[in-house]
Nanobody, 121 residues
């Protein structure tokens, strides 16, 4: 059984920063790409950033230069440092990981429960 748990969300003013953390735990054989998605009310979930096991990152254009994702492979953790936050960043942020559970030959997408990020103007 695999679990992803996010933390670090909160309410901040525009221009401030937050650091999100996600930990993958459970019966895990391996993890490939980990990433962050967000979903604002009434909108579809969208990719924010992801990162490979080798540290290669990918960012949505809107967050480039403001957000940074990193990971700790030994601890099965992924982070999202969010700087210069804007009200438009307000959303529930979800951790995602491509995980191979023990006993499986396939990697599967797993999701965290989400953490709320609210940015006031």
């Amino acid at each position: 059984q695999v679990h992803l748990v996010e933390s670090g969300g909160g309410l901040v003013q525009a221009g401030e920063s937050l650091r999100l953390s996600c930990v993958a735990s459970g019966s895990i054989s391996g993890i490939k790409t980990m990433g962050w998605y967000r979903q604002a009310p009434g909108k579809q979930r969208e990719l924010v950033a992801d990162i490979t096991t080798d540290g290669v990152t990918n960012y949505v254009d809107f967050v480039k230069g403001r957000f940074t994702t990193s990971r700790n492979n030994a601890g099965n953790r992924v982070y999202l440092q969010m700087n210069s936050l804007k009200p438009e960043d307000t959303a529930v942020y979800y951790c995602n990981a491509l995980v191979r559970p023990w006993g499986s030959v396939f990697h599967q997408n797993y999701w965290g429960q989400g953490t709320q990020v609210t940015v006031s103007s």
